[in-house]
């Protein structure tokens, strides 16, 4: 049962942090492509959302040479004393956040560049910063993209593969996730236990996008 239930708690862990780090991060970057006029947005734009085009193994293929032992990022890690970025999670951390950073990032940029400018005109006409105009106007006003946002980002990280697999591997314990999991047993032709964890992320996925579904009609029965 643990060697079942590892791989799965896992990728619970990593779409969790994942999420959190893409909340964070993936706000403020939304918030810059939806407001700025300038012509980097375009740049940026394209870049947020290459995960959406490119096979995930260009994308770890890349990571791999990036954060390895030899390429810039794993030198600098090394040299500061931390531990290698390469099959381990906090890779698959770094890789699963530039991976499922459209599935953030879009929503809450379409959602707010909907919005009337009236809504911010409004709160500077009453003294308020730019930030408390953000936290307590916007982000108010587009709930459900932003909930939205945050639900798709968890559960693409729950099925992620080919990034987690080029950076982490399979190392039980620390990088082998439910969908590297699978993979591992049907190369091993033990086929029940791959049903067994690719039905326990069905199970997972499944109510998660039906809720998204169904919270995504609400706001059109009222408009009805």
Do not use: Q
Request: with cysteine; net charge positive; hydrophobic share 55%.
């Amino acid at each position: 049962m643990d060697d079942f239930r590892a791989p799965l708690l896992l990728s619970l862990r990593l779409a969790a942090v994942t999420t959190a780090l893409l909340l964070a991060l993936g706000l403020p970057l939304a918030a810059w492509l939806a407001f700025s006029r300038g012509r980097l947005r375009h740049w940026v734009h394209a870049a947020v959302s290459l995960p959406l085009v490119l096979p995930p193994t260009v994308l770890g293929f890349y990571l791999l040479l990036l954060l390895g032992p030899r390429g810039p990022a794993g030198r600098l890690c090394e040299a500061l004393g931390g531990p290698g970025l390469v099959f381990s999670f906090a890779g698959l951390v770094i890789g699963s956040v530039l991976f499922s950073l459209p599935f953030m990032v879009h929503p809450v940029e379409a959602a707010l560049s909907e919005l009337p400018p009236s809504l911010s005109e409004a709160a500077a006409v009453l003294g308020k910063s730019r930030w408390e105009t953000f936290r307590r106007v916007l982000l108010p006003n587009i709930r459900p993209a932003l909930l939205g946002g945050v639900i798709m980002t968890f559960a693409h990280t729950l099925g992620e593969f080919g990034v987690v697999l080029m950076l982490g591997g399979a190392i039980p314990g620390v990088t082998r996730t439910a969908s590297v999991a699978i993979y591992a047993e049907v190369e091993s032709m033990n086929h029940a236990a791959a049903h067994r964890h690719a039905l326990a992320l069905l199970l997972l996925t499944f109510p998660i996008l039906l809720g998204l579904r169904m919270l995504r009609a609400e706001p059109a029965k009222g408009r009805a």
